[in-house]
């Protein structure tokens, strides 16, 4: 573009914004008037039960398929533990207002949480209205933690001492001959949660006298195909972990075995040859399998099913 | 202009729900390579002599997210496509970025190929490698034609041939390579690179952008062992799709070694 055409375009797009603020300058007397959803209570009889949600991929398995849901490259997987510890949750009000804070940290193992949610945490007697900021964390795990449904004190200790926020058992199966690979996933990966959002909604949770939000934890982000904005837009894929092998022949595949494939772009080809796209995820860079594991697992935080909470290391 | 208007007319929305409006800017935009920077890897010495690179669209959000979805406006854009010279540390203009003023944390760009949810294919910009261009990547005829990234350099065996071509009978004391990289994504409407962080707050004071690629860290993620096993003596290995460091190429361009942005006042406007 030569510079007499830049100067063109920008006398075109100033005369634009010109215009703009006429309309614009219209819609802001008529906005506040018209209201923006902001909805803070002023009395304090507001009760928020926090409740803890399992993916059904996490208590029923992802299946090989051609669903919505499915894995499409022919794996069926199933855990057999997804214990994470999730807690810190915090929101507020419009404009930082009223915030509210819980230090609990709870432990849970995910596929087997009581049909009824367990409560994690509860904010008791606080204003009404609607909290436009609410968010959580994984975070690592205390001797204080709250133990939800009875977690193997084993497990538990192991996961306070090597910092894990995850400890995850499962098989894979090849479904064209039934073959299978058993994984177990011990990982750091504490992560926090914000600005949580229900597509559609007001953003954040609305407080009532009796009202409730449930945090859900997927479990099936490790086998996206990148770290897309909605979930719909998603693909499901497991050859990549088929593949990684047993380096220390223990007959599960671990985090040695997964720092061991390194080989990025095989595991999860690039368009126009695959459909992965590494961009944008948590951990940044991603050279093995590791590396994509945890990224992913840093994304796992949603409320009320499939609202969406903007992730990021803890 | 339609998309301008937005941006001030969205921002005032947002302006009166407790959010920040903004003041209209232009800010210089410019582009920056990295000088060849010779590496060794595997046994092997590598030089780079070309990285050609398509850039644009670029938006830039209030975000701190690397969702898209949460930068419905972006504060500063750049809509256009350029070519930039990747192996030249000299500033390269690019144009001007549009917006208004406000807070600054991510970015959201493409390497030249811009795929809009409106549209049946993506298309490589006008300025970029063999741009403008429908990039019709389902065709079976499909070859990348560069629009995002040309390479070129040469790989040279500096250890036992052993250690250049582990269990090979034979090993080239030097090869050269080319790629031809067109970075594409799965979804029409998303960026190629989401979530780029560059904080920065802007003003109505002058300010200028200067972005910079390293394009010899791309490469250092290239296994040179295998891309010694095609090499034929007869000119060239080229990395096509199916190869897999041309996806590690595509991953370190969009996910592992991302340009930076340095943000700085200017002193003298050309």
Redesign the interface.
């Given at each position: 573009?030569t510079d007499g055409q830049?100067s063109k375009v920008?006398e075109?797009?100033?005369s634009?914004?010109k215009?703009?603020?006429w309309?614009?300058?219209a819609?802001?007397l008529i906005?506040?008037i018209a209201g923006?959803?902001?909805d803070q209570g002023s009395g304090a009889d507001g009760n928020l039960s926090v409740l803890l949600q399992a993916e059904e991929t996490i208590v029923n398995g992802i299946q090989a398929g051609t669903g919505e849901e499915n894995i499409l490259d022919g794996f069926d997987v199933d855990f057999s533990r997804y214990i994470v510890s999730v807690g810190l949750v915090e929101m507020n009000q419009?404009?930082g207002g009223n915030p509210q804070a819980s230090s609990v940290i709870a432990v849970a193992d995910f596929t087997s949480l009581p049909t009824t949610l367990p409560e994690l945490t509860a904010f008791d007697g606080i204003p009404t209205g609607q909290y436009t900021e609410f968010g959580f964390a994984t975070p690592v795990l205390t001797t204080s933690a709250v133990n939800v449904n009875q977690v193997p004190a084993n497990d538990v200790d192991a996961m306070v001492t090597n910092g894990w926020t995850y400890f995850i058992e499962g098989t894979i199966t090849q479904v064209s001959d039934g073959a299978t690979k058993e994984f177990l996933i011990q990982a750091d990966v504490p992560s926090v949660y914000k600005?949580c959002a229900v597509e559609g909604q007001q953003p954040g949770v609305n407080v009532s006298r009796n009202s409730s939000v449930d945090i859900t934890l997927h479990g099936d982000h490790m086998f996206f195909?990148?770290?897309?904005?909605?979930e719909g837009?998603v693909?499901r894929l497991a050859q990549w972990m088929w593949d990684i092998e047993d380096t220390d022949g223990d007959d599960v595949l671990t985090q040695a075995d997964f720092e061991a494939a390194t080989?990025?772009?095989?595991l999860?080809?690039?368009?126009?040859?695959?459909?992965?796209?590494?961009?944008?995820?948590?951990i940044?860079?991603?050279?093995n399998a590791w590396d994509f594991i945890r990224a992913e697992l840093g994304t796992q935080g949603h409320i009320f099913g499939e609202g969406?909470c903007?992730?990021?290391p803890l | 202009?339609k998309r301008?208007?937005w941006i001030?007319?969205i921002?005032?929305?947002a302006?009166?729900?407790?959010q920040t409006g903004g003041t209209?800017v232009?800010i210089p935009f410019r582009g920056q390579g990295t000088e060849p920077l010779t590496f060794a890897k595997d046994g092997w010495e590598v030089t780079l002599s070309q990285a050609t690179l398509g850039f644009g669209a670029i938006y830039f959000c209030a975000?701190?997210?690397?969702?898209?979805?949460?930068c419905e406006v972006a504060i500063l854009e750049y809509t256009?496509g350029v070519t930039l010279n990747g192996l030249d540390p000299t500033e390269q203009s690019i144009?001007?970025i549009?917006g208004t003023t406000g807070t600054i944390r991510t970015a959201f760009f493409d390497y030249g190929i811009v795929w809009l949810l409106t549209e049946p294919l993506p298309e490589a910009l006008a300025g970029v490698p063999g741009g403008p261009a429908i990039v019709r990547?389902?065709s079976p005829n499909?070859v990348?034609d560069g629009h995002s990234a040309r390479f070129a350099g040469t790989a040279t065996c500096i250890e036992d041939a052993s250690i250049c071509c582990p269990g090979a009978m034979t090993c080239p004391s030097s090869y050269t390579f080319e790629a031809n990289v067109?970075?594409?994504?799965?979804?029409p409407g998303?960026p190629?690179?989401?979530?780029a962080r560059t904080a920065q707050e802007v003003t109505t004071e002058p300010l200028a952008l200067t972005i910079v690629f390293d394009p010899n860290t791309w490469w250092q993620?290239i296994?040179f062992r295998r891309l010694a096993t095609l090499d034929d003596g007869a000119g060239p290995v080229v990395l096509s799709?199916?190869?897999?460091?041309?996806?590690?190429?595509?991953?370190s361009m969009?996910?592992?070694?991302l340009p930076t942005f340095v943000w700085s006042s200017p002193t003298m406007e050309p």
């Amino acid at each position: 573009m030569t510079d007499g055409q830049r100067s063109k375009v920008s006398e075109m797009e100033e005369s634009t914004v010109k215009n703009a603020i006429w309309i614009v300058g219209a819609l802001s007397l008529i906005l506040p008037i018209a209201g923006c959803g902001d909805d803070q209570g002023s009395g304090a009889d507001g009760n928020l039960s926090v409740l803890l949600q399992a993916e059904e991929t996490i208590v029923n398995g992802i299946q090989a398929g051609t669903g919505e849901e499915n894995i499409l490259d022919g794996f069926d997987v199933d855990f057999s533990r997804y214990i994470v510890s999730v807690g810190l949750v915090e929101m507020n009000q419009v404009d930082g207002g009223n915030p509210q804070a819980s230090s609990v940290i709870a432990v849970a193992d995910f596929t087997s949480l009581p049909t009824t949610l367990p409560e994690l945490t509860a904010f008791d007697g606080i204003p009404t209205g609607q909290y436009t900021e609410f968010g959580f964390a994984t975070p690592v795990l205390t001797t204080s933690a709250v133990n939800v449904n009875q977690v193997p004190a084993n497990d538990v200790d192991a996961m306070v001492t090597n910092g894990w926020t995850y400890f995850i058992e499962g098989t894979i199966t090849q479904v064209s001959d039934g073959a299978t690979k058993e994984f177990l996933i011990q990982a750091d990966v504490p992560s926090v949660y914000k600005a949580c959002a229900v597509e559609g909604q007001q953003p954040g949770v609305n407080v009532s006298r009796n009202s409730s939000v449930d945090i859900t934890l997927h479990g099936d982000h490790m086998f996206f195909n990148g770290f897309p904005d909605e979930e719909g837009n998603v693909l499901r894929l497991a050859q990549w972990m088929w593949d990684i092998e047993d380096t220390d022949g223990d007959d599960v595949l671990t985090q040695a075995d997964f720092e061991a494939a390194t080989d990025v772009g095989t595991l999860f080809p690039s368009p126009p040859q695959g459909v992965y796209e590494l961009t944008g995820g948590p951990i940044s860079p991603i050279d093995n399998a590791w590396d994509f594991i945890r990224a992913e697992l840093g994304t796992q935080g949603h409320i009320f099913g499939e609202g969406e909470c903007e992730w990021s290391p803890l | 202009m339609k998309r301008l208007f937005w941006i001030a007319a969205i921002s005032t929305l947002a302006a009166s729900c407790g959010q920040t409006g903004g003041t209209f800017v232009e800010i210089p935009f410019r582009g920056q390579g990295t000088e060849p920077l010779t590496f060794a890897k595997d046994g092997w010495e590598v030089t780079l002599s070309q990285a050609t690179l398509g850039f644009g669209a670029i938006y830039f959000c209030a975000t701190d997210s690397a969702l898209s979805s949460r930068c419905e406006v972006a504060i500063l854009e750049y809509t256009e496509g350029v070519t930039l010279n990747g192996l030249d540390p000299t500033e390269q203009s690019i144009g001007s970025i549009f917006g208004t003023t406000g807070t600054i944390r991510t970015a959201f760009f493409d390497y030249g190929i811009v795929w809009l949810l409106t549209e049946p294919l993506p298309e490589a910009l006008a300025g970029v490698p063999g741009g403008p261009a429908i990039v019709r990547f389902d065709s079976p005829n499909y070859v990348p034609d560069g629009h995002s990234a040309r390479f070129a350099g040469t790989a040279t065996c500096i250890e036992d041939a052993s250690i250049c071509c582990p269990g090979a009978m034979t090993c080239p004391s030097s090869y050269t390579f080319e790629a031809n990289v067109d970075v594409l994504v799965v979804q029409p409407g998303t960026p190629a690179v989401n979530g780029a962080r560059t904080a920065q707050e802007v003003t109505t004071e002058p300010l200028a952008l200067t972005i910079v690629f390293d394009p010899n860290t791309w490469w250092q993620a290239i296994d040179f062992r295998r891309l010694a096993t095609l090499d034929d003596g007869a000119g060239p290995v080229v990395l096509s799709p199916e190869d897999p460091d041309y996806s590690a190429l595509v991953i370190s361009m969009t996910a592992n070694a991302l340009p930076t942005f340095v943000w700085s006042s200017p002193t003298m406007e050309p």
